[in-house]
């Protein structure tokens, strides 16, 4: 599957207009809160807390049109808890973003 980090910028000019400096401010905020669910799901004890995270992480996704980060988040929580392969996973997709 493709990854599209053009999306995003789609979905956030969709919903602010043709201003690049807040475009490229969500984004931001958007890559920053994609690290902390991603810090959250590394430090998960407990599958309740995985799945939590994982969950948050596919929200936050969906919110931006980030589908490939999407798909692997809604893996994520249905996957074994505590999966190191599944955290790489999901770090390379949020930095090909």
């Not at 590394?42 to 929200?59: F, I, Q, V, Y």
């Amino acid at each position: 599957m493709a990854y599209d980090p053009g999306a995003i910028d789609a979905t956030l000019a969709a919903a602010v207009g043709d201003e690049p400096a807040l475009i490229a401010e969500l984004r931001g905020a958007f890559l920053d809160s994609a690290n902390r669910a991603l810090g959250l799901l590394e430090a998960a004890r407990r599958p309740e807390e995985w799945r939590l995270a994982a969950s948050r992480l596919k929200g936050l996704a969906a919110s931006f049109g980030a589908i490939r980060l999407m798909a692997i988040a809604g893996e994520a929580a249905e996957a074994q808890p505590m999966d190191a392969a599944m955290v790489r996973r999901l770090r390379r997709a949020v930095e090909r973003l």
